[in-house]
């Protein structure tokens, strides 16, 4: 057996080995309980990508590749400082390894490509946004951030399912800027 078969299993459980007591839950907890849940999705994008290339399905790889690859850019953005915004920087993702598989089937509809994204990162985004929440109550600007880091990497399914339809070999996608103004008042 693989050993990358137990990595979902692996990011499952880190997001509940160091649990903060009850009513000791500060700031410092939730970023790093987001974080752990983007990693988990960055992995579990990882081996989807490895899978999907082994059965030879193009969207699958593509979406993985894509996902993983945000999923990591994002966290690395979430580390940074902020300024008056949080800035999600401009992605160029090369698909080199799935282009190969592209002349398979065609193109999938964004519900199938929406159901890969879920099946790579759904209980990871899922986490992250509740952590996000919770962490946007202590601390408005970094949870406000967070909450746009997962809104960015659900709404990568229309992009994605575009780059299946009409595949190059380089998904790319803008900067994104998370206004924070309402973080000014508080």
């Given at each position: ?28 907890d ?13 992995i ?7 899978e ?58 964004r ?73 000014a008042?508080?």
């Amino acid at each position: 057996m693989s050993r990358f078969k137990f990595l979902p299993l692996v990011a499952a459980l880190s997001l509940t080995a160091c649990k903060p007591g009850k009513g000791t839950a500060s700031p410092d907890d939730y970023t790093f309980l987001i974080s752990t849940a983007l990693q988990g999705a960055e992995i579990a994008s990882m081996i989807g990508r490895n899978e999907a290339i082994k059965s030879k399905n193009f969207a699958g790889c593509v979406t993985a590749e894509v996902f993983g690859e945000s999923a990591k850019s994002v966290n690395d953005a979430l580390a940074q400082r902020m300024g008056e915004d949080f800035v999600i920087p401009a992605v160029s993702i090369d698909l080199d390894d799935c282009m190969p598989l592209s002349k398979g089937p065609g193109p999938q509809s964004r519900e199938e490509i929406a159901g890969y994204v879920e099946a790579f990162s759904g209980v990871a985004l899922t986490a992250a946004q509740h952590y996000a929440s919770k962490l946007k109550e202590t601390d408005c600007r970094k949870g406000t951030a967070a909450l746009g880091a997962v809104a960015y990497l659900q709404g990568l399914v229309k992009p994605v399912a575009f780059e299946i339809a009409l595949p190059d070999g380089l998904f790319e996608a803008s900067e994104v800027k998370v206004s924070l103004s309402e973080c000014a008042e508080q």
